[in-house]
């Protein structure tokens, strides 16, 4: 199954992948604008976006979206509708603030 069937190094490795592409991002941002102290925070940033992409898609795929303060670290669709909907929400706002964010600062 997607993601919980996964072994431990699967998904750590697919966590570093996520944050290897964002400290690209960083670098390149630390490099380009000459703020090394930047990169860090860009690097932060930019993780967050495919982070929460990932776990939205996920739990709408496979109807167990992970969460914390749960009795087994993820709310289901089947069990809680309402708490898992509710996830989602809190998952999308997310993603539509990172990508207001990313448009403002390619424009700024």
């Not at 960083?26 to 090394?36: H, V």
């Not at 969460?67 to 289901?76: K, T």
Request: net charge positive; charged share 10%; glycine share 10%.
């Amino acid at each position: 199954m997607l993601w919980w069937g996964w072994s431990d190094k699967q998904k750590w490795s697919l966590i570093a992948a996520m944050l290897g592409a964002a400290a690209t991002g960083g670098l390149w941002f630390g490099w380009a604008t000459r703020e090394w102290t930047a990169a860090l925070g860009a690097t932060a940033l930019l993780a967050l976006p495919p982070l929460v992409g990932w776990q939205l898609f996920v739990g709408l795929w496979t109807g167990r979206l992970p969460a914390r303060g749960f009795p087994d670290r993820y709310v289901s669709r089947a069990d809680d509708p309402v708490w898992f909907w509710l996830n989602v929400v809190g998952h999308t706002a997310v993603l539509i603030v990172m990508c207001w964010l990313a448009f403002v600062f390619a424009t700024y």
